[in-house]
């Protein structure tokens, strides 16, 4: 039976509660059984997709029908779900539309860097910022989802949010990378995100938490349905994004995903198929991928140099082309660089190794103006950004990784410089502390709703590049380093080598918030001027920066060109001396020179 425009009938339903949500558990079996039986066949989606869940239009049906002492001819009530609906059909045009005015700069999906917790501060600092998630594997949430859903009778999406959940805030644009080659495991995937962020966009709560006080058992909720109603559940993500590109040998060897994808692009098709059938049509899917492989010949440096050109573009424009034929995928993030699979290389030699090859992202941009074409590798600052874009004015956007991820402060004039707007009001941060300000809510939030042993180590280190090349910097990280450090030492210190008895919420009573401990940290260590210096005063200090730099470099060059080291080494120093006074005067006078 073919998911697309059909027409699903659901015979059994059976409802499971948490906070002030509701996951419904709904499926057409062959096998029709008990409760129990339909649960387990729409986790295992039944390896046809023959079994979906009933988007939250059908939420009010169920309500209906869900109290757990409902008779059996209760659940013999049909749903009718058109699985094309208008509703689907409106988010999908919305998210296609947000991708479009918000693709110029992104940042770039990296493990252990790219949390919730970066996101939510690179969001503190850039409204118009495409936000990429870690990666995800597909199998980790089918298994994670399984045992949420199969070892107790109640629903638990704790592990569930470790790995989808966006923290205390939407996150405005943003995408969340998926990784696999099991077109079942990715529509699986794919329909849990859909799930929660249909069930967190319902817009009157309250029904459910009456529901939930009128028919639950207070024995069976692990508090109340308004201390429940407190954690939200956000998971509103703008596309989803298949990775075709990661070259580390756990992905693209073992397995099987990641880059090694490049070479099975009618695969690809296939996966952005099942991913767009798992959210229902309702969300963008995007593919981020390299211009190749080395597969065929074994790499080298000088022997890929030798490799044709253009028979390298052409068999990215075929990857390319055969992956969008299907009409689902219309967005590609390309890192200009081939993967190397053959030689256990790791994914820091991949992105050093392989040399860039920027003209056949750019040619492709060009000769497919249908398509939406962002270049991604080695491109580390705004101005690189501004540059590359300014270049090519085919490219959707340019994706950064370890340069926002090293010194996110550095981009944060990205959306003036980029989209020439004027960013004002209560949304915008005027500097760093009041960013840390902004972070401390998420921060405590973070530490209420999870263990402080093991989340305020990933809270804080989100937040150690804000400082990078400021004095003082490396006093903050150290500062920041001991805070995380801190319910561990009292964990250990209560312990004594034996049991405890007190829970860790109750070891932290007394202890100052995470959010004092931080803006601690920061007016101890850092100096007011940094501290409350604007995004402008600090995009004008790095242009001035790169133009010492460049001076310097064109100086060693005509000093080797005519000889005269003495006298053109003195002209230099003069005009380095007369800038910062200029530049120092221009401060305090609050003159701006940079317009955009």
């Known amino acids: 039976m073919s998911i697309h425009r059909t027409t699903i009938v659901f015979r059994r339903s059976n409802i499971l509660f948490y906070a002030c949500y509701v996951i419904p558990i709904c499926s057409m079996s062959r096998y029709p059984g008990s409760a129990k039986s339909a649960s387990v066949a729409f986790l295992s989606i039944n390896r046809r997709r023959r079994i979906i869940s009933p988007p939250v239009s059908s939420l009010s049906t169920a309500f209906s029908a869900s109290s757990s002492a409902a008779p059996d001819n209760d659940c013999d009530k049909y749903d009718t779900v058109d699985l094309n609906n208008d509703r689907n059909k409106h988010l999908l045009t919305h998210r296609e539309r947000t991708l479009r005015e918000n693709s110029k700069l992104s940042l770039a999906p990296m493990m252990e860097y790219t949390d919730r917790h970066f996101r939510h501060l690179v969001r503190l600092i850039s409204r118009r910022t495409l936000l990429y998630t870690e990666m995800v594997a597909a199998n980790t ?8 859903l199969s070892d107790s009778g109640s629903f638990n999406p704790s592990y569930l949010l470790r ?15 998926l990784g696999g080659s099991d077109p079942d495991q990715l529509f699986l995937a794919a329909k849990t995100v859909y799930e929660f962020n249909q069930l967190h966009n319902q817009k009157d709560s ?75 049509g309702s969300m963008p899917i995007t593919i981020k991928c390299r211009i190749g492989t080395d597969d065929g010949y074994s790499f080298t440096t000088d022997r890929y140099l030798q490799q044709s050109q253009e028979k390298e573009y052409s068999s990215l424009k075929n990857f390319v082309l055969t992956v969008a034929e299907g009409g689902i995928v219309t967005d590609f993030q390309i890192h200009a660089r081939i993967a190397v699979l053959g030689k256990g290389y790791s994914p820091a030699d991949n992105r050093k190794v392989p040399p860039l090859r920027y003209h056949h992202v750019k040619r492709l941009a060009q000769e497919l103006p249908e398509l939406n074409i962002s270049l991604n590798g080695g491109v580390e600052t705004l101005l690189g950004v501004k540059k590359e874009l300014d270049d090519c004015d085919s490219l959707e956007g340019v994706m950064v990784g370890r340069g926002l991820a090293a010194n996110p402060w550095a981009f944060a004039m990205a959306d003036e410089v980029l989209y020439g707007n004027s960013v004002n009001g209560p949304t915008r941060t005027k500097n760093r502390m009041e960013v840390l300000q902004a972070y401390g809510y998420h921060a405590d939030y973070e530490e209420k709703l999870w263990d402080p042993v093991k989340i305020r180590r990933f809270v804080t280190k989100a937040i150690s590049p804000l400082f990078a090349g400021e004095p003082n910097a490396k006093r903050f990280r150290v500062a920041l380093d001991d805070i995380a450090g801190l319910p561990k030492q009292i964990l250990k210190k209560h312990n004594n080598g034996n049991m405890c008895s007190l829970s860790m919420k109750e070891l932290m009573e007394g202890q100052p918030p995470l959010s004092e401990l931080i803006m601690e940290a920061a007016t101890v260590h850092l100096s007011e001027e940094v501290l409350y210096r604007s995004p402008r005063d600090s995009f004008e200090i ?47 006078n609050g003159t701006d020179s940079y317009s955009t």
């Open 141 to 148: 949430i089918a298994h994670e989802r399984d045992t949420s």
């Open 206 to 280: 309250s029904d459910t938490i009456d529901f939930i006080q009128k028919n639950i058992p207070s024995t069976q909720q692990l508090q109340t349905a308004q201390e429940l109603s407190q954690k939200p559940i956000y998971c509103d993500y703008t596309a989803l994004n298949l990775n075709c590109g990661c070259p580390s040998s756990k992905v693209a060897g073992k397995g099987c995903f990641g880059a090694a994808l490049m070479s099975e692009p009618h695969l690809v098709r296939q996966l952005a198929s099942s991913m767009h059938e798992g959210c229902e």
């Open 542 to 588: 790095m242009l001035w920066e790169q133009e010492q730099v460049e001076r310097k470099q064109n100086l060693v060059s005509t000093v080797s060109f005519c000889g005269n080291e003495s006298s053109l080494v003195k002209e230099w120093q003069q005009v380095r001396k007369e800038d910062e006074l200029n530049k120092k005067v221009g401060m305090s």
């Open 163 to 177: 790995f989808l959940g966006q923290g205390r805030n939407p996150e405005g644009p943003s995408v969340l990378q």
